[in-house]
């Protein structure tokens, strides 16, 4: 069983690897296989003491995991995990009893271990108001409101482990997540076209359809920075998650010309809102104008470069 698991971080911060090293030494002494990929020449030519699958480029998240595992045949589970999480003694053992506790006749399956609360697949809603931030400024809002004001909460989640019966279809950030041999196969693995985001919400919504099941959930401490490393690199990033935001649209079945136009308010009403968040201003706003322009040319943005990593 060990040995059939096989664990896959992708990162392009050597110092990021080596504070991960505690919980990562962990995994390997229970006998799990674990693959850091390298998506900057940084950590590619770093010291680092772990096995790295160096892609020479920094293609985004699936593309990362995609390449480790086009290298690894003989798997029954591939755990995806973030470089910054910080993880315990009794997260590893809550992980090994899941992995463990599964038997191919199970079927497929899908564990989500992030601690946040389940989400709801997004719709062209969601995607919208993520992309305005509209969302986010209203989630901020919501926390800071006394619970009273909240009205009726969304109670098709379920509590603890347990989505309640009849959930509508729901994920987690791939921050932490187990996926079975089955399910991957199933769903054909991540889509390599989401560069940056939507890449897990498209996988449980795929995986959801073909198979007529929920991810199971197994809530666990693990904790990490989640979108300090986008706020920094916002001017770059922000374009490609516009990017990955439209492939998304368009995978749900809008075409181009409405995606195009949709999203394109989006990023008007995200000009007002960007002195809310919490990335810098200047930058945040050239990343806004760099994302209109490349929409407007069609051209397809990139991450920063493998090398000025």
């Known amino acids: 069983m060990p040995h059939d698991v096989l664990v896959v971080i992708p990162s392009i911060s050597a110092s990021q690897v080596r504070s991960s090293l505690p919980w990562i030494r962990e995994l390997e002494d229970l006998g799990l296989r674990v693959r850091v990929v390298a998506n900057s020449r940084s950590l590619a030519t ?15 998240f699936s593309a990362s995991i995609l390449r480790a595992v086009r290298d690894e045949s003989d798997w029954s589970w591939l755990v995806i995990a973030n470089d910054d999480l910080q993880v315990g003694a009794a997260d590893i053992d809550a992980l090994w009893d899941t992995l463990s506790g599964h038997a191919p006749v199970d079927g497929p399956s899908v564990v989500l271990f992030d601690p946040e609360p389940p989400r709801r697949i997004p719709d062209v809603r969601a995607v919208l108001g993520m992309l305005s931030l509209v969302s986010n400024v209203g989630e901020t809002l919501a926390r800071q409101m006394p619970g009273r004001l909240l009205g009726r909460r969304d109670r098709s989640r379920g509590t603890g482990d347990t989505p309640a019966r009849g959930a509508a279809p729901f994920y987690k950030a791939f921050n932490l997540v187990a996926i079975s041999r089955e399910a991957w196969e199933l769903v054909g693995g991540l889509d390599p076209r989401l560069v940056f985001c939507y890449e897990d919400a498209d996988f449980v919504r795929r995986y959801t359809a073909a198979s007529g099941l929920l991810p199971r959930v197994r809530a666990l401490d693990v904790r990490g920075e989640r979108s300090a490393s986008t706020r920094r690199h916002i001017e770059s990033v922000l374009p490609v998650i516009v990017h990955s935001a439209r492939e998304y649209l368009l995978l749900l079945g809008i075409p181009r010309r409405r995606a195009d136009r949709l999203i394109g308010a989006a990023l008007c009403l995200r000009i007002g809102l960007a002195p809310f968040s919490h990335a810098p201003l200047r930058a945040h706003l050239r990343g806004i104008r760099r994302s209109r322009h490349l929409l407007r040319t069609g051209t397809v943005p990139r991450l920063p470069d493998y090398d000025s990593l």
Request: proline fraction near 7%; charge should be negative; aromatic fraction near 0%.
């Open 46 to 60: 770093s010291d680092v003491d772990v096995h790295l699958v160096d892609t020479g480029e920094n293609p985004g």
